[in-house]
């Protein structure tokens, strides 16, 4: 009888602890990502581009070639990358404020041009880093500290469903929502992810990939409580699912 | 019925306790020392009882968690 | 290759091309737009990519990522657009990528108007964006020195590792001049091993402008200064035009300068001994030779097209040492030779404005 690790620390990431709240499902996608870019054996041919926000660390987690772009230009920084270097690897990951709010202009667009950039963000309806504000995609009746009461679509509008926006354009070849709340959907999130590496390895095109996350600290729950209410509030507003697929591509 | 083992690296876990839901078996406590972080980790109670499926493993944010199994 | 007849803004472009520019990323706005339509042609004749971005705030952040991977890359504009550019500067400058910025200056504040003028020269050369750091500014005063100083440009930017702006104004860009380029042959820029390029048997490259800690960031910005020092030391540059015994001594840049240049042969004929101190590096400020200046001269006169922006470091230069006068037009009007005559001959007089 063999004893076989069946479950260890993907190669790609280092060794540091990292610095996200006790529960907070930013972690996970951070393995996932590490656990793609080890099974695609692509670590040293990837460059990764960070935004500001909770995830603003993921340099110091992956350990590949990185730039830290400011607040919501990541794609347009991904751009500039992947036109140098346009053998590599090149993905973004970013908040889901970093993408829908202030870099609304620079994500549609890179979608638009069909950048051959994969595009990854963690939607935590909610602005992390800042301490807990409303974020483009805090979902009706959230409290947030900007929206004391509870976001009121009367004067404060409704989520964007930024990666629903994106499927319509031409320019996008894969566009799809995952969450990351269960055993069963995390697996299912790294196939996802994988898929939009691969898109791009193909040379098929954009990707756009929004990750279902929790903020615990923020929304003022436990971690397992986060994970119920990210069910209860979170997916019925925004399902998961691929909204956009190429035809010819197939995991 | 396969064999596993579930290792949880005591100065990694941040004892959030998504391991504990996500485990089938049950298997997951936390423990009432305190790690150099501060937090409570979580152990594995019963790891004779493990199957070494790694769902907890999955839903660890931390990467906290090794999993092992015997195979034939 | 003689000499050939060009605008100033396509000589930019050209110039960029042969100081090895392989990376274009720009937004419309005039006067400099004849930067981009010249690059959207001739950048995929050597390679090359131009990329129409969707804004200004886009285009600098994708100057910052191919500069960040190794590419010489620029960007021009002009006000507006520049204003939209500055947070990506300050990061740019903060991860110390190598760039060149092209602002073709226009009539400001706000909207303002297509008019030449002189009046972001504090934006430039005193900070613009957030944070302790320095871009290095050239002011070219012609079309052959917008060939020059476009090509240094990018040296200097590689040698430093710094942002370079190019401050012309709506002027230079739309002027005919014969040039010639003496640069036969595309440059290259030097090996960058700290580029991101994907972490090939090495460890990674991060570029980055965060640094947390605070003695870290203290640590960088303490670096950033000895760079710039570095810079201000052997970097100054200056074109002296009859100063060396002038009673009165004009400053100005740029288009301005070449007007001033024009008074000076004025006065000398009418026997007022005038001179020009004209900057071409606009940061570093040469001001040595004001303060020499200072010594022997009567009374400085600035011109700018603006309120007054260079003017003040003309009188940080000469130190309280003399008067520092100053005239200035605004709005997209060039000062004339007449009425900058007319105020040298009122200073001459011992008139204070
Ligand atoms: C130009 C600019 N404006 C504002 C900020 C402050 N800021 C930092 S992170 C952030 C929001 C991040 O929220 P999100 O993108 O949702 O990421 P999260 O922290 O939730 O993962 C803001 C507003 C900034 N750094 N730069
Ligand atoms: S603030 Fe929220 S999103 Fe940020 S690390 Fe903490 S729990 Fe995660
Ligand atoms: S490996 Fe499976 S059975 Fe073992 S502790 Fe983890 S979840 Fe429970
Ligand atoms: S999920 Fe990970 S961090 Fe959370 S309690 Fe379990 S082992 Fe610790
Ligand atoms: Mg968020």
């Known amino acids: ?251 | 019925m396969a064999k596993g083992r579930a290792i949880i690296c005591e100065h990694r876990c941040k004892g959030c306790g998504l391991c504990i839901t996500a485990c089938p078996q049950g298997l997951i406590e936390i423990s009432n020392k305190l790690n150099a972080s501060g937090f409570h980790p979580a152990v594995v109670s019963e790891l004779e009882k493990c199957k070494g499926c790694a769902l907890c493993a999955l839903m660890c944010p931390d990467v906290a968690i090794e999993v092992e199994r015997e195979e034939k | 290759m003689g000499k050939v007849l060009m605008k100033g803004n396509e000589a930019v472009a050209e110039a960029a091309v042969l100081g090895g520019c392989r990376y274009f990323f720009g937004y419309p706005i005039t006067p400099q737009n004849e930067i981009p339509e010249y690059l959207a042609k001739r950048l995929p004749e050597v390679g090359g990519t131009f990329l129409q971005a969707e804004s200004e705030i886009s285009a600098i952040n994708m100057v910052f990522g191919a500069a960040g991977s190794g590419a010489r890359v620029m960007t021009s504009s002009s006000g507006p657009g520049i204003s939209l550019k500055q947070e990506g500067i300050s990061y740019i400058a903060g991860a110390e990528l190598p760039c060149v910025i092209v602002n073709m200056v226009r009539g400001g504040p706000g909207l303002g108007n297509i008019g030449p003028a002189q009046s972001d020269y504090f934006q430039a050369t005193k900070g613009g964006g957030h944070g302790d750091y320095r871009l290095i500014v050239l002011g070219p005063a012609s079309v052959q020195e917008l060939v020059d100083l476009t090509i240094e440009a990018f040296e200097m930017a590689d040698r430093y590792r710094n942002p370079v702006m190019i401050l012309g104004d709506g002027i230079l860009g739309q002027m005919m001049e014969p040039v010639e380029f003496k640069v036969k042959e595309i440059m290259s820029g030097p090996e960058k091993p700290w580029a991101t390029t994907g972490a090939k048997g090495r460890t990674r490259n991060l570029i980055t402008s965060l640094y947390i800690v605070p003695e870290d960031l203290e640590e960088h910005c303490r670096k950033l200064k000895e760079k710039y020092d570095g810079i201000a030391a052997v970097e100054k540059r200056h074109e002296s035009y009859f100063a060396e015994d002038a009673e009165i001594v004009l400053a100005a840049y740029g288009t301005t300068a070449r007007i001033c240049k024009a008074v000076v042969d004025q006065a000398r004929e009418e026997g007022i001994r005038a001179g020009l101190i004209r900057p071409v590096s606009l940061w570093p400020f040469p001001d040595e030779p004001y303060f020499k200046a200072a010594d022997y001269a009567d009374a400085f006169l600035a011109v700018e097209m603006s309120n007054g922006q260079m003017v003040e470091d003309v009188r940080l230069s000469v130190n309280g040492k003399k008067p520092v006068h100053f005239l200035g037009r605004t709005g997209g009007i060039v000062p004339t030779k007449a009425e900058i005559y007319a105020d040298v001959k009122k200073i001459a007089a011992g008139g204070v404005r």
């Not at chain 1, 990431?13 to 692509?42: N, S, W, Y």
């Not at chain 1, 202030?102 to 994969?118: F, K, L, M, N, P």
């Not at chain 1, 979902?139 to 469903?161: E, L, N």
């Not at chain 1, 954009?206 to 003022?220: D, H, K, M, R, Y």
Request: glycine residues 10%; contains cysteine; aromatic residues 8%.
């Open chain 1, 1 to 251: 009888m063999a004893v076989k690790k069946v479950f260890t620390k993907p190669a790609s990431m280092t060794d540091k602890t990292m610095h996200f709240c006790p529960g907070c499902t930013h972690g996970i996608i951070q393995r996932l990502v590490a656990e793609v870019i080890d099974e695609l054996g692509i670590r040293e041919d990837t460059i990764a581009v960070g935004p500001v926000g909770c995830a603003v660390f993921c340099y110091d987690y992956w350990d590949v070639d990185f730039q830290q772009a400011s607040h919501g230009r990541a794609p347009a920084v991904a751009t500039g990358v992947k036109r140098v270097h346009p053998d590599k690897v090149v993905f973004s990951l970013q908040g889901d404020g970093d993408i829908a709010a202030i870099g609304t202009t620079e994500i549609v667009h890179a979608a638009a041009r069909g950048e051959q950039i994969s595009c990854l963000f963690v939607n935590n309806s909610i602005y992390g880093m800042t301490g807990g504000q409303m974020a483009p995609t805090t979902i009706v009746g959230q409290k947030t500290t900007t929206t004391p009461d509870g976001r009121d679509s009367s004067r404060a509008g409704y989520p964007v469903k930024l990666t629903e926006m994106l499927a319509v354009l031409d320019g996008v070849t894969y566009s799809a929502r995952v969450s990351v709340h269960s055993p069963a959907n995390v697996v299912k999130a790294k196939k996802v992810i994988k898929k939009a590496f691969e898109i791009q390895m193909k040379g098929e095109g954009f990707a756009i990939v929004e990750i279902l996350s929790t903020c615990p600290t923020n929304w003022g729950l436990s971690p397992v409580d986060s994970i119920k209410w990210l069910e209860d509030n979170v997916l019925p507003y925004f399902p998961i699912g691929e909204f956009k697929t190429p035809g010819e591509v197939s995991s």
